[in-house]
């Protein structure tokens, strides 16, 4: 083995290399190597309440530097706030994220974010009601809004535009089944 400079001691420590699901399979991959080590930290505060026996909400604010789980050298300053409240049986959830992850995890698995995320999602339970996010029969609508950059999937830059954001928007209704 031959280096082209410096020494085994000039090395940057990395973290532990991690394994990712690829598309079509069941099977675990490992990464060829981890993330260049780095300090990571984030700060987050949480709130939950319940004013009256009919309304309870959940609150939370965060940011912080992370970096993805597969193997990258970009370090994210991701920032954002979640919110649910429920009145009787209708519920509302919405959150506003800058420069975080997408909802699943091979967006941060391989350091894929969003500069804006936006979600706004209302929603009608059937039955008694229960605390948020307890599995029960629910009918709902839900928004998403998203910009994209060079380091979101779905990116397509425009020549006459460049370095312009992107965007892309998703609405969904569902039913959801609980027995």
């Known amino acids: 083995m031959t280096m082209s400079s ?10 532990d290399a991690s394994t990712f699901i690829p598309s079509g399979t069941l099977q675990r991959v490992p990464f060829a190597f981890g993330s260049e080590a780095a300090n990571v930290w984030e ?4 709130l939950v309440g319940s004013p009256h026996p009919d ?8 940011g912080g530097q992370q970096q993805a789980v597969g193997p990258s050298t970009r370090i994210v ?6 919110g649910q409240a429920s009145w009787r049986s209708v519920l509302f959830q919405t959150f506003l994220k800058f420069n975080d992850w997408g909802a699943y995890d ?19 339970s059937f039955g008694i009601p229960m605390w948020i996010a307890a599995p029960q029969t629910r009918i709902g609508v839900r928004g ?5 950059n060079a380091y979101s ?18 609405i969904r209704t569902y039913l959801n089944v609980s027995l």
């Open 6 to 15: 410096g020494s085994m001691s000039d090395a940057r420590p990395s973290t």
């Open 43 to 46: 700060l987050s505060l949480r």
């Open 55 to 62: 309304i309870r909400y959940a609150g939370k604010i965060y």
């Open 77 to 82: 300053n991701r920032y954002g706030l979640e």
């Open 106 to 124: 091979y967006y941060k698995d391989f350091n894929l974010t969003y500069p804006m995320q936006v979600m706004g999602d209302i929603s009608y």
């Open 144 to 148: 998403t809004y998203r910009t994209l």
């Open 153 to 170: 999937n779905r990116y397509q830059p425009n020549p006459a535009e460049p370095g312009a954001l992107g965007n892309e928007w998703e």
